[in-house]
Nanobody, 130 residues
């Protein structure tokens, strides 16, 4: 069974850091672009970041550039999202997703489009609050 499992969420104060993990089982992430999305209460799900498998190129939403870093460890079949300088507006459920295209957005031209991704995790809650 193909599965993605996110972990690492929690409660953190503004300015703090968290590292999210996205672990795959039942398939190897080597040939997938992996995206991170988030959904805050009452808002649409939005793309946060993506990392290609072909060349490791990375993409970020403007709202997280300079604060978040996506990386992958194919040996561990895991993708990470390092989140620094967290703000209350980063509060959301964070999801990872796998795109069988080896490059982010290769099918539609937009890595932020949810239909680029075939497999989704269940999400992990991130709450930024003092």
């Amino acid at each position: 069974q193909l599965q993605l499992v996110e972990s690492g969420g929690g409660l953190v104060q503004p300015g703090g850091s968290l590292r999210l993990s996205c672990a795959a089982s039942g398939f190897t992430l080597d040939y997938y672009a992996i995206g991170w999305f988030r959904q805050a209460p009452g808002k649409e799900r939005e793309g946060v970041s993506c990392i290609s498998s072909s060349d490791g190129s990375t993409y970020y939403a403007d709202s997280v550039k300079g604060r978040f870093t996506i990386s992958r460890d194919n040996a561990k079949n895991t993708v990470y999202l390092q989140m620094n300088s967290l703000k209350p507006e980063d509060t959301a459920v964070y999801y990872c997703a796998a795109d069988p295209g080896v490059r982010c957005g290769i099918r539609s031209g937009f890595w932020t489009r949810m239909y680029e991704y075939d497999y989704w995790g269940q999400g992990t809650q991130v709450t930024v609050s003092s």
